[in-house]
């Protein structure tokens, strides 16, 4: 059965850093574009990072320049750098198989993802 597993959240402080990791076995997601969603209590689960099968990436405003998403045969990543408690919320992985899907808009499509992560908390707090 396919499975996406994350790893790497917790509690860090404002300024800090955090690696996100995201595995998965069964299957290979060579050709998925991948991504990294958050919901945090009473939002809407929003795109934070997104990556294609050539590595092309595409992030929410509210991350640029702090988040970086990566990616291999084995996971997808995603180091987040400088965080705010506005960062605070439950994070996922998901993949997606759609052609014709552009890399701008990978992140605002999380109804089409095909497998998605029970997700990690990272609660950024002094």
């Known amino acids: 059965q396919s499975q996406l597993v994350e790893s790497g959240g917790g509690l860090v402080q404002p300024g800090g850093s955090l690696r996100l990791s995201c595995g998965w076995s069964?299957?290979?997601?060579?050709?998925?574009?991948l991504g990294w969603f958050r919901q945090a209590p009473g939002k809407e689960r929003e795109g934070v990072a997104c990556?294609?099968?050539?590595?092309s990436t595409t992030y929410a405003n509210s991350v640029k320049g702090r988040f970086t998403i990566s990616r291999d045969s084995a996971g997808v990543y995603l180091q987040m750098n400088s965080l705010k408690p506005e960062d605070t919320a439950v994070y996922s992985c998901?993949?997606?198989?759609?052609?014709?899907?552009?890399?701008?808009?990978?992140?605002?499509?999380?109804?089409?993802?095909?497998?998605w992560g029970q997700g990690t908390q990272v609660t950024v707090s002094s």
């Open positions: 990556i294609s099968s050539t590595h």
């Open positions: 998901a993949a997606l198989n759609r052609r014709g899907v552009t890399v701008q808009a990978l992140c605002n499509r999380m109804d089409d993802y095909d497998y």
């Open positions: 069964g299957f290979s997601l060579d050709y998925y574009a």
